[in-house]
């Protein structure tokens, strides 16, 4: 496939101008005179120099990679559709969707981006960090950061032991199963050559409790909706864990709350002074 200079940069141009600093979180500056989100706007979005992104737009620079495209449609916010259209504009075959997709729907964005105040992230099906909110990776550390099957925090729980120290111990029996569990379903659900079967057949090698834990079957076990974290700056918190849920991607956006008036309330507002920790 070739590119498609000029159609890729109007469509850049078109998806940028449509979308409002508060449409991705950020915040309207009083004398903003352009419409929709600045070049530089859009640049840090994906990651990227102003000056890479403004020579796309104005039909310029080499034909961008894959990988490019693909940041440049997350930061856009752009829908399945419109990333696939994107990909194709730049010259390339658009990833194929499903499950293992890693793009994170406009509307967990939307969600996501207005939750600067609340420990929040995407994960995927496999518990694999895609997205956190600064108060997120003030709480659990950046798990984004995570390479390979350790992307998965099933994974970490067990083959990393600095895992479980944010998690209180009273609870770590009940995760072990949990994670366990959660990937014998998904290995079910998506079949002997996914990357849950993977990461299953690597735990059975590397990790004596989970081989004991697979022997036993079990299906089905749910996290409870409180949550109790040990974080090494403020200490114990227990907070609700709200889940929401993009089914064609199989996405799920986790929000943790502390009821109102409570310790837990307190420490997580001066986590938020804290700031983000290099936690394990």
């Known amino acids: 496939m070739e590119i498609d200079r000029s159609g890729l940069a109007a469509f850049l141009r078109r998806r940028r101008e449509l979308l409002q600093p508060e449409d991705v979180g950020l915040v309207r500056g009083q004398r903003r005179r352009t419409s929709g989100l600045r070049r530089e706007e859009v640049a840090a979005l994906c990651h990227m120099s102003t000056d890479y992104y403004a020579r796309l737009e104005r039909e310029r620079g080499p034909q961008p990679s894959q990988q490019m495209i693909a940041s440049i449609a997350q930061g856009l916010h752009l829908s399945l559709d419109e990333r696939d259209h994107l990909f194709r504009l730049a010259g390339h075959h658009p990833p194929v969707r499903g499950t293992v997709g890693e793009h994170v729907g406009p509307g967990l964005l939307r969600i996501l981006d207005r939750l600067a105040d609340t420990p929040a992230e995407i994960v995927t099906e496999l518990g694999e960090t895609l997205r956190q909110t600064p108060l997120g990776v003030a709480l659990t550390g950046d798990t984004t950061r995570f390479a390979g099957p350790e992307r998965s925090i099933g994974y970490r729980w067990f083959t990393l032991p600095a895992t479980r120290a944010l998690y209180a111990p009273e609870e770590h029996d009940l995760l072990s199963r ?15 050559d996914s990357r849950a079967a993977h990461y299953a057949d690597l735990l059975l090698e590397r990790s004596e ?6 022997d036993a079957h079990e299906v089905g076990i749910r996290p409870r909706t409180v949550k109790h974290f040990v974080h090494p700056e403020v200490g114990r918190l227990e907070l609700n864990c709200q889940t929401l849920l993009d089914p064609d991607q199989s996405h799920q956006l986790l929000v943790y709350t502390a009821d109102p008036g409570s310790e837990s309330h307190d420490k997580l507002r001066l986590l938020a002074v804290v700031g983000a920790q290099p936690l394990g």
Do not use: H, K, N, Q
């Not at 569990?181 to 998506?190: A, E, I, K, M, P």
């Not at 409790?209 to 697979?214: D, I, K, N, S």
């Open 178 to 192: 949990m994670f366990a569990s959660g990937l014998r379903r998904v290995t079910t659900l998506r079949g002997p």
């Open 209 to 214: 409790e989970f081989r004991r834990l697979w």
